[in-house]
């Protein structure tokens, strides 16, 4: 999806002035039948850094600290919209799916041998970002004793939302994590906003996807519940996994497909990957 992105960016263009209306069309590229349309934003960032095979990975459930106050996060398309009762009446619903989705992505990381841990602040309301115990501040040690902070969110329904995708941290070289997630889920501009709180701190941040249509249904559905967190949780651990180097690390550096003119010509699928 990525490789065609300007020839899908300019196909979705022309084909959203003809099929505006045409809701049962089918699926245009770029749109996951599971978490819905990826973001379209031109982004040019690559993560090469290499992370280590017991790298610790701390994944953080977005706006777990900020109920109540700025930054609540979306309350979703079926509560906003549809007056749907909200999931749990202390937060937001992002923050109801964030937590399902971390929790899932630990368990199953663990599964798969990750080095890979939880963080829940003491308390859903934190006035000052800098309190040693929100996301944020977790997250900023974390990341600076080396380890891989990973925030999930859901992203607004409507106009509002852009879409799956990975915004990178900032203050750090973006690493292999960083690159597999986002050909796995999309992947923002790294300035995305002028560059959030999180990824300024050395947080990348999983937008899973717009909080609304299938995606939304699939989680609030209590017979699609667990399929859709598991397929979600899936994504990401097996994103993970993919970006550790091999073992045993024996394939020397010259036989690898990334060196100028040494790619086996079945390697170049520049032209032929319109569902890569
Ligand atoms: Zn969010």
Redesign the pocket.
Known sequence: MLRSLTLVGLTSAFTMLGLATAADAPLPPGVDPLTGPEVSLEAQWQGRAGVGPRIPILVLA??ADSQGIEGS??AGAAVDLHRSEPMDGRMRD?LYW?LAVRDAVVAQGRQRGLNIRAYTPASLTIHDEDDPRTNWSVGRRHSAAGGYALEI???AYGPDGFGSGLIPALNRPLNRFDESLAIAFGRYPKRFRGGLGAPRRGISILEIGKLEGALETGLRSPEGRQASLSTIARRITEALVLALPQSPPEAPLSSRPDGAGSAPRGMDRQTSSEDA
């Open positions: 977005g706006h996060g979306t992002e964030n969110h859901f992203d």
